[in-house]
């Protein structure tokens, strides 16, 4: 297992956000996130448990990218990976971001 | 001149070559009929040294007995042989190679031997004449390539010759009809040696012998996918293909890919598409095998006719009891016919699939550095009809669209979509600077690269990240551009221009998920018509019975 953390600036955001939201399904070997709001001023940070080594590049891409989409403001995202490409992770993320931001459809 | 040295030119040399084999093996046969242990013996005394000839063997049916009978042959007597057959699938087709029996080989498809084929390509046993398409290698079969000998599966056959093949007709009509209306011998295994075939697919007096085999020829069950494989990431992709292709290009006449991205699309017609209204409106014919997952869109009514090039195991009785959907005999059961269906998919609006690597041009390729794969009916499927007059809203969509086209009179054109994730299994990246079917050309000697589909064929491209309009891109600079944005985090993903980028998903060159509106919490398996093989099943109210290897309960 390989441990990743990244931090970004915090993107504010003007929306009250959920205590905490899980997608994706714990131990079916699908990729599991976790997103919850991060101590003030604590910015948009990332932790990765990851099966695959040596893409820590990748994973940093994606998370760039997935702040720069989703304004959260200082949030944590949490992030088992079961060996899924960056397809499932963004997808799943964009899922938790979407609930996790309060949109109601 | 001189006169008098002139022989009176003969003008039936193969009848008359004909005449001699079958008399070689008239010790042999019992009329037409020659018993399973005497396969190698008749083969020893009809073929002779560099001769021609097909082993009939697509995606499912093989003459696998026969294949093997041939390779038994004494190498003494029987050598040099040139194989023009689709697919080289099983061990003994490429075990007369290894024996010396045959020499030169002209082919489609090798899956499963591919790797052993690279071998003895490289040892010098096989000589490699090219790889081809379906479509292409059956037109040479009648031009300069028509085999000598040809043995083919049949379901089975009477006394006289007459031969049933039934729904795996596959390849069989184009092989026995090159064979047989040019002198040449056509052998067939049956499974059943009967008093009255159930309907005549192939008549008697093509027929030269029919071997009753020990065991039914072998078929394979490679159109099935089980539903509960399917991922949300293909739900996603397939929801992107709806709703960014088919509904605004008002695709009715298609051909689908068989793999699980595609499946995603037809298990998603009956829900998805259903509620955006598109039933009637869109995917109403199609060219393809009678893949399971499509039985929720055909009992939906979404499907309205299907032409095969196959069949698949387990789908006989469903397919027998659909007779307004599928092209049924008098007797009840299907013919498939893979010439047909491939000419039909030409000819269609849309063909979408998946491959293994993109490059920056859109050219995709199958081909891996040690395997020589083929192709199959791919490119032909893939590649704009030009030979099409006749319009669609979807082909003259697409041909207005088409910005590289500069003057000339107005047409359209054919979709041609690749519908891939951006990285496969451990993280290969789909998306790559040079493809190696380069190096595959280096390595043995190829003519040309084995390009599946030519990136000017291509006019989509569709990944989790959204869908590449190529039709829209002014320049190859915009092309390579549209493809990197649609590549994700590979490597030719991340070396994108961002800015423009951004400029051609202004100019809906790109468009992502957001831009058609689909909200990516929908992307759940919930969306699935079927999530397993038994929904299937209970969809076809238990018409469909898949084989062992796909039940789970």
């Given at each position: ?105 | ?55 009939e063997?697509?995606?499912?049916k ?90 083919v599966a049949a ?8 031969l049933?093949t039934?729904?795996n007709t596959e390849d069989t009509p184009p092989i026995v ?11 067939a ?12 697919d192939v ?134 016919n ?216």
């Open positions: 297992m390989e441990r990743l953390e990244f931090r970004f600036a915090a993107r504010p955001t003007n929306r009250p956000t959920a205590d905490h939201v899980v997608a994706g399904v714990v131990s079916s070997g699908n990729l599991e996130v976790l997103l919850e709001p991060g101590a003030p001023g604590s910015g948009a940070t990332a932790v990765v448990e990851t099966s695959a080594r040596g893409f820590g590049p990748i994973w940093e891409a994606v998370l760039r990218d997935f702040f720069e989409r989703h304004p959260l403001g200082d949030v944590t995202v949490s992030i088992n990976d079961a060996g899924a490409t960056p397809a499932v992770v963004g997808l799943r993320l964009d899922q938790a971001a979407v609930a996790f931001a309060g949109d109601p459809r | 001149m001189d006169g008098g040295g002139l022989q009176p030119r003969v003008w039936d040399r193969l009848a008359r070559d004909k005449r001699e084999r079958l008399a070689a093996a008239s010790g042999i046969a019992d009329g037409k009929v020659v018993p399973a242990e005497r396969a190698t013996a008749l083969l020893e005394a009809v073929l002779r040294p560099g001769d021609r000839l097909c082993i063997g697509n995606n499912q093989h003459a696998d007995f026969l294949a093997s009978a041939l390779a038994a042959v004494d190498p003494a007597r029987v050598h040099d042989l040139h194989i023009v057959q689709s697919n080289i699938a099983l061990a003994p087709h490429l075990d007369v190679f290894e024996r010396g029996i045959a020499r030169r080989l002209d082919f489609c498809y090798s899956g499963p031997q591919g790797l052993r084929m690279a071998r003895l390509v490289t040892e010098g046993r096989i000589e490699l004449g090219a790889i081809h398409t379906y479509l292409e290698l059956y037109s040479r079969y009648f031009m300069d390539l028509p085999p000598r000998v040809a043995l379901e089975s056959a009477d006394a006289a010759g007459n049933y039934g729904p009809e090159a064979a047989a209306f040019k002198d040449g011998l056509v052998i295994q049956v499974n059943h040696l009967v008093d009255r075939v159930p309907r005549v008549p008697a007096d093509w027929v030269s012998f029919v071997v009753p085999a020990p065991k039914p020829h072998y078929i394979e069950p490679i159109f099935t996918r089980d539903p509960a494989q399917i991922s949300e990431v293909q739900i996603l992709m397939a929801m992107t293909v709806i709703k960014g292709i088919y509904e605004p290009y008002q695709v009715t006449r298609l051909n689908h890919g068989i793999g699980f991205d595609t499946a995603a699309i037809e298990l998603i017609l009956p829900t998805f598409a259903a509620e955006l209204g598109l039933k009637g409106r869109i995917c109403r014919y199609m060219s393809v095998n009678p893949c399971p997952t499509l039985i929720p869109a055909i009992e939906s009514g979404f499907v309205e006719t299907i032409h095969c090039a196959g069949s698949e195991l387990g789908m006989e009785d469903y397919v027998a009891a659909r007779s307004d959907v599928f092209f049924i005999g008098p007797d009840g059961t299907m013919r498939s893979r010439a047909f269906c491939q000419m039909a998919g030409h000819y269609a609006d849309l063909f979408i699939g998946s491959t293994l690597q993109i490059d920056l041009q859109g050219n995709s390729s199958t081909a891996t550095r040690s395997r020589i794969a083929g192709f199959g009916g791919a490119p032909n499927f893939g590649s704009d009809s030009r030979g099409r007059r006749h319009a669609s809203p979807g082909w003259l969509a697409a041909g207005r669209q088409d910005l590289s086209r500069t003057g000339g009179a107005p047409r359209g054109r054919k979709l041609v979509v690749q519908l891939v994730e951006t990285f496969r299994e451990h993280m290969e990246p789909t998306f790559v600077e040079r493809l190696d079917a380069w190096d595959l050309m280096e390595s043995f000697n190829l003519d040309l690269p084995p390009v599946m589909i030519y990136g000017e064929d291509l006019t989509h491209v569709v990944t989790e990240e959204g869908i590449a309009n190529l039709l829209l891109c002014r320049t190859l600079e915009e092309r390579e551009q549209a493809i990197r944005g649609v590549a994700g985090y590979t490597p030719v993903g991340l070396a994108r221009d961002r800015r423009m980028v951004e400029n051609l998903r202004d100019r809906g060159a790109i468009l992502r998920a957001e831009d058609l509106g689909i909200d990516k919490r929908d992307a759940r398996r919930d969306l699935l018509a079927a999530r397993s093989i038994k929904d299937l099943v209970r969809w076809s109210g238990g018409l469909y019975r898949p084989p062992a290897r796909f039940r789970n309960w």
